[in-house]
């Protein structure tokens, strides 16, 4: 077709825009495919990176200076000093510190990665809640700094990775797809089974 209408410069682009949009088109439906496909990830709330000076008690009294590396209204993710173990379910102590100015909550020790520990925070009072509030969300220099290291937009490649997106889309549905077949081929009867026990149920 297109060897044909060569001739025609007019129509030759015109069949190769309409190629090109619906390939394009394509892979902006295997992006909707691949999306959907995957599993939904839930956090209760937003964490926050950012690295916070801290003190941390634990419950034999001892107290160690560490520095958070997220935060997030239920819980902060702190990093020990080496050699420092804390095993999960423990109840600990962590002071906030900005200059002066502290905020002590009181926590539970729920995840351990090496000198990683995330501890979730327990009942708080409406003093605690604030004080922790101030020293983590309200911290200006703290969105000051998130602002500032933003990437730059990059339309090209946001369009990349969209397309990457759309053609792995299309591989999973067509393997759905491939599956599906293959198991009706090995199992033709389940199709009919179905339909007559759909049938039957119809049945007055």
């Known amino acids: 077709m297109l060897a044909s209408n060569y001739e025609n410069p007019d129509l030759f682009m015109t069949i190769i825009m309409n190629m090109l949009w619906t390939v394009f088109n394509v892979l902006l439906a295997g992006a909707c495919v691949a999306v959907s496909l995957e599993s939904r990830q839930i956090r209760q709330s937003p964490r926050v990176s ?3 000076p801290a003190i941390l008690q634990t419950p034999d009294g001892m107290a160690f ?16 000093p080496p050699g420092v173990q804390i095993a999960p379910g423990s109840l600990v102590g962590v002071t906030l510190t900005r200059g ?11 995840l351990c990665q090496g000198q990683r520990i995330g501890v979730k925070l327990e009942p708080l009072t409406p003093e605690q809640a604030f004080n922790y509030t101030q020293m983590t969300f309200g911290r200006a220099d703290l969105w000051v700094d998130a602002w500032n290291a933003a990437a730059p937009d990059a339309p090209l490649s946001a369009l990349r990775n969209v397309l990457n997106i759309g053609v792995r889309g299309i591989r999973l549905f067509a393997k759905l797809s491939r599956d599906t077949l293959t198991e009706k081929l090995k199992h033709p009867g389940i199709g009919k089974a179905r339909s007559s026990s759909d049938s039957q149920v119809k049945q007055p």
């Open 100 to 110: 002066d100015d502290e905020a002590y909550v009181p926590c539970k020790v729920v």
């Open 50 to 52: 950012a690295t916070l």
């Open 65 to 80: 200076r560490c520095d958070t590396h997220d935060f997030s209204e239920q819980g902060l993710g702190v990093t020990l």
